[in-house]
């Protein structure tokens, strides 16, 4: 069975060294591009369909956005109502839960306009204005893309819900005052022909599929990146144990075992299995060949991750071996399995 631990542990994490990153970026005021407005729902059914294969493939939206209590069939590789209701526990900063993007008027989306939802995925703010928590990384989505996902959300039945956020103060402040809204890192594009070339795979690792968020070190106090890209490392605490992060860069050992093809049945195997893991394999499995070989060749391009000290990984730190859940029945796991 799936187990949500991880990613409530991963996303409390993110949200807190969010306010970090706030806190070093002050209160300046940011300015958001006006491209709200020309992106727009669309009825062209290939234009939806691309939506629906993004939205329950490489964007693994039902991961959160899913009803959780119809997780094993996702697992299986249905699709589920998007009226969300998971609810990540943050600790002290109260808790948050993922919002219902189903057409419903109150609760959901279908009041709201596309220009809101646009601005939502690229810039990662609400409907009211404020900065969303940071658990999403499509800000440099294509046009193309981002008007594909709005297309298909529009086409969702309406799923009634009432789950309200339950934040503390504390968490209440870090919404309103620290959050900084999300902000494209390249410039934009209006649309990108999936191909197995090494540029898709970037786009698909580091933005729609959003390989790059768990597999590259962050830096516990802000959140920022600053472990070798994909190079793997960082672990994720659940309730059976630790799961540590696999380097996929070449000389991490999992990408060095695997061709092309290989590397495509990976995911059409681990699709087929309830995996309890952090990699939203059921998701991930619906990519076609074509994304599959992109990311695969981008990965090839990689310079080989540097650990910590500087040299790489050894064998025992890398590859395959980080893909098995390292159980933690004492606290020297925890600290070998972070080693």
Known sequence: MYSFTQRTRCCRWLFATSIGIGILAGCASLELHEDNDEIRASTNPDLIARGRHLVHGPGHCAYCHGNPDRDAEMRAGQEIPLSGGRVFDLGLLGSLVAPNITSEPVSGIGNLSDGTLVRSLRYGVSRDGRPLAPFMAFA????RDLQA???FLRTLPPVPADDQHDL???????VRVLLRPQ?????????????PTAEYGRYLAHTVANCNGCHTRRSKLTGAFVGSPLGGGMVMEADSGSFVVPDITPGGGLLDHLTQSGFVGLFRAKGRVAIES????????????TELKAIFAYLRTLPPAQNVAGGSHTPEQSGETQMVRRRAPDPSADQHASN
Do not use: H, V, Y
């Open 140 to 143: 440099d989505l294509t046009d």
């Open 278 to 289: 952090p990699m939203p394999w059921s998701a991930f499995s619906r990519m076609s060949d």
């Open 183 to 195: 902000m494209p890192t390249s410039p934009l594009r209006a649309d990108m022909e999936p191909e």
């Open 168 to 174: 503390s103060p504390l968490g209440a402040l870090a």
């Open 149 to 151: 996902i709005i297309s």
